[in-house]
């Protein structure tokens, strides 16, 4: 493999020193960029861009192009592994993502299996050597999936949901059938994340989207302890290097500290929560990555760069910062705002010496 | 006035010992009850629901009517003092609602003004009299308002938001004009609540809705400040009794600490936060109301009474529960599973002697 040749990301999800903060954006490969929207559209649906190799490389790489960003993030759907199952992704307009086969019934959950990820999720793993290949060491790459949970919450609802209550209910109704779904999503989550890091993924993220809606307790049994048993069974060295893990629930709060025994390397950090706080949460076990306000990037330069030397003090000295938003960036956004975040936070965070 | 009856609710917001803890629910008058679907479509629109005296006081007394609960709540909006501002309030079909004349620029602040309690918002001080007489001293009345900011957050936006990217973009990039609009809606809250309280209120709930969305520093800026003015400026005893004042910023979590200088008598906490953690963030100077998971109610009879139970025991012993749930109850729910919730919460706290 080509030697990496900034490796600032992943010293930094190790909790080793760097030379500045790293920085990458949650969905930096996206729809405020007007190249993406060209893709996109030739591609023609969404999932029809994340299963082809090409495309999906094409676009994971285009902010790198524009912005010095510290890493590339595999391009792809949380919900890859529901559509393996056979539950049938589709996404309607305006109503984001459907699942024609929802999982209703023990008897649904029962015929449910780990997907092959030679062929059913092999377009994901194709990508990951393409991206991989095409970065030629620049950057490292992450690769991802959702959590258990998240994923469980739209298998069951059918997509998205405001209240999760179909979910909720089968946690307490048939809490056995439930932790059946939660056990063959994180069997298949592992195998995914594994075969991602096979393929050549420097580090992995989980993404919890869909944990804050849950009480600390039913968090801690149904989605907490499915990414630990994930963190247990990920492959945790790769080319020679430390594969980090971050998970990320939004809304985590003061969970952070429960996250924050899974063994993770790192966790995300939304805007709710101070870095500071986060520290002390945490008890500065891991690496926190985040947490500007996404909306905050709608303002002008000024304010930007204002809000992210906050963002740098209140993480406050000492390594095992990485910068983020805290959600992804939204489509309204113009793209230069970001490249003024990047390249403040490069600047901002230089270390003296 | 007549005598009150059930003071069990005035006496656990303030503290004070009960004989049991204490139910209501949010949105306890709602479109969960036929009897409310009924006479909503005689009244037409939902503005012209809250807008009848006569007809909010009879939506506010059907839940009375089926279950024991400790307080009737005013039926109203929370956008009454936009609306009473001329900003142009309707309701539409899916989107909820919406304001024809949303509030963009410094000048569109600088032309808002106080709205008159006598006439403008007349309708609502009506509906809070004519409650109080029909209630009898039955229970207690809650009154209530939207929280300064959250209020802005619909007239800045236009109406529901996702991101609040527009106000939060004045926060930060015209703060003056922000803390002008949050200054003029706060004086207004004043006014309105202490009309309610003049006109009968007996306790007094600030629902922040959309706090949780702003980072601790803007918040704390933006709106616990001007929740903290809206406490340091009302009426505080009628009738010879303390008016308590609930706040609820929902997604408060570790918040709740900061919330609990602001001089209020209780914080409402939503099933993200454990009623334990809650106790010790506040270090027990307030009440506690809450905190039900709401989609646990479409789970069965047994599972609700076992949930019931877990709420009561982790707030454990002491005076200044309140129970409620974490947020309002959902048009979906059974009617008879709040039954069985507010009979079990009366007879699983009933305290020994």
Known sequence: MT??????????????????????????????LPEYRKVRSQAGDFMSLCQNPELACEVTLQPLRRFALDAAILFSDILTIPDAMGRGLYFSEGEGPRFER??????DISALAVPDMGSDLRYVTDAVSLIRRELDGKVPLIGFSGSPWTLATYMVEGGSSK??????????????AAHQLLSVLADSVVEYLNAQIAA??????VFDTWGGALSP???????????????????????GRTVPIVLFTKNAGPRLAQMADSGCD????DWTTDLQDARLYTGDRVALQGNLDPALLAAGPEVIKAEAEKVLSSYGDGPGHVFNLGHGITPDINPDHLGVLVEHVHRASQRAG
């Open 217 to 239: 307790a039913l968090y801690q049994e149904f989605s907490l302890n499915y990414m630990t048993r994930i963190v247990d069974n990920l492959t945790r060295e790769a080319d």
């Open 200 to 205: 050549g993924a420097q580090a992995i993220m």
């Open 3 to 32: 030697e990496l040749k900034n490796d600032t990301l992943l010293r930094a999800l190790l909790r080793q020193p760097t030379d500045y903060t790293p920085i990458w954006i949650m969905r930096q490969a996206g729809r405020y």
């Open 266 to 269: 790192a966790l995300g950090v």
């Open 163 to 176: 209240n999760f209550s179909r979910t909720k209910a089968m946690l307490v109704e048939e809490s056995a």
């Open 102 to 107: 929802p999982v209703r019934s023990p008897a």
